[in-house]
């Protein structure tokens, strides 16, 4: 009753079939379907609980306020504890109570060394490993781990309409996974022309972790009873049964990322998952270890209950940026309209009490009976691209920036990592102060991995010093000579520079350092928490606020036209790379003057806080304007004053359809560029060539020794059909410019509808396969009542595949 895509079958049939793991046999296909039938019910209930949560018409306040104390939770062993009894655990183990509540992470299933967040200090990279190149890249690069990803960032598990494609790529990158393992890489490896080496030999290779589908995500190539697969069953599945025995072999395991969860309910499905795997692979229960991306908001509401649902194999708890503030921005999208969101950065009161929350808890779990740490935090993403010397406009000149911004970035998550349990009655101490043993207590030094997007050498480098740095090099490190470097005139500080007086005001505003520069842990007495209604309610721990209010209530702040014009642009650029198949995106971001490296968290955000501001008719609080195209300094981006819009506008439907028509005009603009830019270059080969023949004719009186025309056949004779036409193929743009239109239908179409979409990129993963007429009448049946959309496929208007495509993505399971 299990069907497999017979092109997968056909193409990618060696990840398939009867496989040998840990001295067992286990079919691929066997243990899928089993899993399937076994947990499909309880993952469907868990998606629809999503949504009847986001539909529910109670007050925020209300149905997202913490557990009642009393509430009652189930472990995967039948375990019941109350919410009260769970934090108490967390408590008694943060204080060393040995009382029978207590419990922590991985106390029973060791953390292996290679996965171990604290003895494996520095960046973690995440993105697809398809093409080799990626994967070959990852390896090379100087960080603790790497991200191989099914998610957010992974190959496409569909195929684009005209890509040529006969499988999805995520099936080629599992293929890259287990050829990597087995030491198939040739060496070298030619790609695109290109030549590529693994330069480490294995031992020295980065951790590697994969990261699996969410919940929400079906897998059409495998069919169990008809219906999609859970795509976390295959992506877990094919992933262990393949590299287990690899990666047991080179001294590692089976390591997962596991994304956005957002209740222990969901957490509770994943865990059986995990365990049902262990018992068919006669595996210890808790080895196989997660790390878990804390990018749901609400799943800060129950982080307690969460780690201690999977306190067998928690190893690390991953902070976001995008993903986390688009579920606020979701959370509260019948209520409240968020400001602009790109003025929300890691730095906002909002993030920082979820930077702290995330951190504390993984202390007072991460502990075991020895003080042993067993878990930590890890930091966000710093996405930022490096540009190319060859960069048609030199914005390579701003890469001091982004070198800057992300050790700065590290910097600062290190030192929000620092935690000092103190068992005098004090309220502020000092690094220094905790390391020449002035006070008494215990320092904490959570914070020493983060995420990076790119592998790019000298970027790398730059967030491992603060995330690799002992502790008494960090002071040493803000205390550096000031240094600036100057871009454009404007002097920006050297990427080994000490802390500048701006850097220095913010970092002492965040309460990292003192007036005088001094790191400054953050001090925790015991009686600041030493009860569950205090850890949650004392304002002493969260900024003055009770933890809730310091999590979720919404910020003040400005919504302005700029914003959100860069909002669309941002959404329309990423959705356009979705439609052709790219999960993992660069898009040049034309407020900051650099190049990030964008996935489906990008759309989630943008698309999100579009929608409530249409949906609410937001009022635009500054003076502004939406821009038309020119081309600048930084390429052809907004930039002239279009639209004038005055403060007290309300984003009206008619507005932002003057800002779809200037982001069209936009498009076509940015195309006539990249023509322009391709031409230069297929032109510029030839120049030299071209130059000697124009300098025969104009050596005397011009012509007077080569006629024009003579001229312009030697010009011709020395431009060959086939040179030329090579330089015209290596100059091809990457992605279909066909879609461009088709993104800007779907947005259009989306953020006026008064559905909302969770987890919108499904709609696009959707739509891409889809011929150009299909796709039409599906993208308008799918913001349609089920009913007539049921009506359209019995009068056979429609296939019935597009109903399948409407419950997948309104989560109708």
Not at 395 to 403: K, S, V
Not at 549 to 557: H, I, M, R
Not at 723 to 747: G, H, T, Y
Request: net charge neutral; proline share 6%.
């Amino acid at each position: 009753m299990i069907e497999i895509n017979p092109l997968v079958v056909k193409n990618y049939g060696d990840l398939l079939g009867v496989k040998t793991v840990n001295n067992r046999q286990v079919s691929v296909e066997g243990l899928i379907e089993e899993l399937v039938r076994e947990f499909r019910d309880e993952i469907n209930r868990v998606i629809r609980a999503r949504r009847e949560w986001l539909n529910d018409k109670r007050p925020v306040r209300v149905k997202g306020a913490f557990p009642h104390w009393e509430e009652k939770f189930v472990d995967a062993d039948g375990n019941v504890r109350t919410f009260r009894e769970i934090v108490q655990g967390l408590i008694d183990n943060l204080l060393d109570r040995d009382s029978p509540l207590r419990w922590g992470l991985n106390w029973n299933t060791p953390v292996p060394d290679d996965l171990h967040p604290l003895k494996n200090p520095g960046l973690e990279i995440t993105g697809p490993w398809y093409p080799m190149s990626r994967a070959i890249h990852q390896i090379n690069a100087d960080v603790a781990s790497m991200m191989e990803d099914e998610e957010d960032a992974s190959p496409a598990w569909y195929i684009p309409r005209g890509s040529g494609r006969a499988v999805a790529a995520v099936w080629e990158a599992r293929r890259v996974v287990n050829r990597v393992l087995r030491g198939e890489v040739p060496q070298p490896y030619y790609e695109g022309g290109k030549e590529y080496r693994i330069k480490k030999p294995r031992d020295k290779w980065p951790t590697l972790i994969h990261r699996v589908p969410g919940l929400h995500i079906l897998d059409f190539d495998i069919r169990v009873d008809g219906k999609p697969a859970p795509a976390i069953i295959t992506s877990i599945v094919i992933y262990t049964v393949n590299n287990y025995d690899l990666l047991k072999r080179a001294g590692s395991g089976v390591y997962f990322y596991i994304p956005k969860v957002q209740t222990p309910d969901e957490a509770l499905v994943i865990e059986k998952i995990l365990r049902r795997v262990e018992d068919r692979l006669g595996l210890k229960r808790g080895e196989l270890k997660i790390a878990m991306l804390y990018e749901e908001a609400r799943a800060g509401l129950y982080l307690p209950v969460i780690f201690w649902i999977w306190r067998e194999r928690l190893v690390k708890s991953n902070n976001g940026r995008w993903d986390y503030l688009g579920s606020l921005i979701e959370m509260w999208k019948d209520e409240a309209v968020y400001p602009d969101p790109q003025n929300i950065t890691m730095t906002h009161p909002i993030m920082m009490a979820y930077q702290k929350w995330n951190a504390l808890l993984c202390l007072m779990a991460g502990l075991d009976r020895g003080g042993r740490l067993n878990a930590a935090p890890v930091g966000g993403m710093a996405a930022v691209m490096l540009y190319r010397p060859d960069d048609p406009y030199q914005r390579n000149r701003f890469n001091a920036r982004a070198l800057r911004a992300i050790w700065l970035d590290k910097l600062r998550e290190r030192l929000i990592g620092l935690i000092f349990l103190t068992e005098e009655p004090v309220r502020k101490v000092t690094l220094n102060d905790i390391l020449k043993g002035r006070v008494k207590g215990r320092l904490f030094d959570l914070f020493r991995q983060s995420w990076v997007a790119t592998p790019e050498e000298s970027y790398v480098k730059a967030g491992n010093e603060p995330l690799r740095a002992s502790l008494e090099e960090l002071q040493q490190l803000i205390n550096r000579p000031v240094k600036f470097v100057e871009v454009d005139g404007v002097k920006i500080p050297a990427v080994d520079s000490g802390l500048t007086e701006q850097e220095r005001q913010l970092f002492i505003k965040l309460g990292l350092i003192d007036e005088d520069g001094n790191i400054t842990p953050w001090v925790i007495r015991p009686d600041m928490l030493d009860t569950p209604e205090k850890l949650l309610n004392n304002p002493e721990l969260w900024g003055g606020k009770d933890l809730w209010s310091a999590l979720f209530e919404p910020p003040k702040g400005d919504i302005t036209a700029e914003h959100i014009q860069h909002a669309f642009y941002m959404a329309a650029n990423y959705g356009f790379q979705l439609l052709n198949g790219n999960l993992a995106a660069a898009i040049d971001d034309y407020e900051l003057g650099q190049r990030f490296m964008n996935d489906l968290a990008t759309y989630r955000i943008f698309s999100t806080w579009l929608w409530t501001l249409l949906r609410h008719k937001a009022v635009i609080t500054k003076d502004g304007a939406f821009k038309g195209p020119a081309r600048t300094s930084l390429g052809v981006i907004p930039a002239e004053d279009r639209v004038k819009i005055p403060a007290g506008t309300p984003f009206t439907e008619e507005l932002f359809d003057k800002l779809w028509d200037l982001h069209m005009e936009w498009t076509l603009a940015f195309y006539d560029d990249l023509d322009r830019i391709a031409a230069e270059r297929i032109l510029t080969r030839f120049t030299d060539r071209v130059k000697r023949a124009i300098a025969e004719a104009y050596r005397a009186g011009p012509f007077r020794y080569q006629s024009p025309r003579e001229t312009a056949k030697k010009i011709a004779e020395v431009i060959t059909e086939e040179e030329l036409e090579k330089a015209v193929v290596e100059n091809q743009p990457r992605f279909d410019r066909s879609f461009a239109p088709v993104i800007m239908e779907i947005l259009k179409t989306k953020l006026k509808s008064p559905m909302y979409l969770q987890h919108s990129g499904r709609l696009i993963m959707a739509l891409a396969p889809l011929p150009d007429e299909e796709r039409d009448l599906a993208l308008k049946a799918l913001f349609t009542p089920r009913e007539e959309v049921e009506r359209l496929v019995r009068e056979g208007r429609l296939r019935p595949q597009v109903l399948e495509l409407y419950d997948y993505i309104h989560d109708n399971r």
